[in-house]
């Protein structure tokens, strides 16, 4: 586990100690590196330094570095023989990386994932947004030159472990606000290489959410017609997965949180002249948005059941 200290190494650390066929070999840290962290659920665990170990005592690292910092520890660890799960945005479609490295939104690219010896994990807001949009880009059934408008707010772990003047407490609690304004957030370019080839534009804008965890996304959709059974599309697309929900209730992240699971629903919006949809879609960041898809796609990539070790 290579930043192992921050919020989603430590998740992914917890994870793999409660999983049936997995060990950890090594869990690295910068600045933390020599402390000892307890663990979401129990248990704890001691940072090395990186450049301290030896990578190739694993079969499959997870890399939970910063952007920028990550892709260089991924290349080590490919020359070492072992397969990489990154959860930083260096490999992800659009961001520039080169292609053959599958992006692991992974009820949408199983199979690739399956047989990778590296993936891209998504990130948090675009695992929230594209499970609700995709079904209906699929099935053809949002309007041509569309507009999709995704309202997405975030608890402050999202950030990660960074001291931030923006980020402390005080700032946090009892407040909300917009941020990354404009569609300029970084996360926009994986979501649209997900989406291109099809007719629509997507208009993202984050908030923050005065507590820790879990992002909540509404998303209106234009339509080419309205819908009979606004849950049909979804329900026909995730009939058979296990961490996908389509429920007829408002998702709320208390449903979700500590679970690597996304709670989804839909609503017909009167009182507009276009038939317009829209979707409400919850996850745990730490979890279906980090380390829970992260240890879905490890799991895959070595050959064990799919939901192995996962919090449903
Ligand atoms: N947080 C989320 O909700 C979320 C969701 C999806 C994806 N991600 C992505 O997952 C990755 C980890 O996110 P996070 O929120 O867990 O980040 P974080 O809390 O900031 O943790 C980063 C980790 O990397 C270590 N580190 C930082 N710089 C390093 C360097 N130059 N060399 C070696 N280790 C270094 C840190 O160790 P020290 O703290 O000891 O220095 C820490 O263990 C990021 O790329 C992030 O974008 C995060």
Redesign the pocket.
Known sequence: M????????RELCALILRHPRLSLAYA??????GETAFLPGGGSVT?DA?DAIDLDRAKLAFS????G??AE?VARAREAGVKVVD???DLRIGNGASTGIPYGLTEWNRDAVRGAAVVA?P??YPTSALLAILPLLTQGLVAPGAVINIQAS?GV??????ARLDLLFGEITENYRAYGVGNSHRHLKEMRAMVEGKDVELLFTPHLLPVARGILSTITVPLRAALPDVLAPFRAQYASEPFIEVTPDLPELRQVNGRNVVRLTARAVDGLRAPTLQVFSAID??MK??AGQALQNANLMLGLEEPMGLPQ
């Open positions: 290579l930043g192992a200290s921050g919020y989603a190494g690295t840290a910068n600045s933390q590196k940072f990186a939970a570095l910063p952007h910092a990550s520890w959860l930083s945005a994990n990130g948090c975030s772990t999202g950030a990660g472990l960074t960041n730490l948005g980090a």
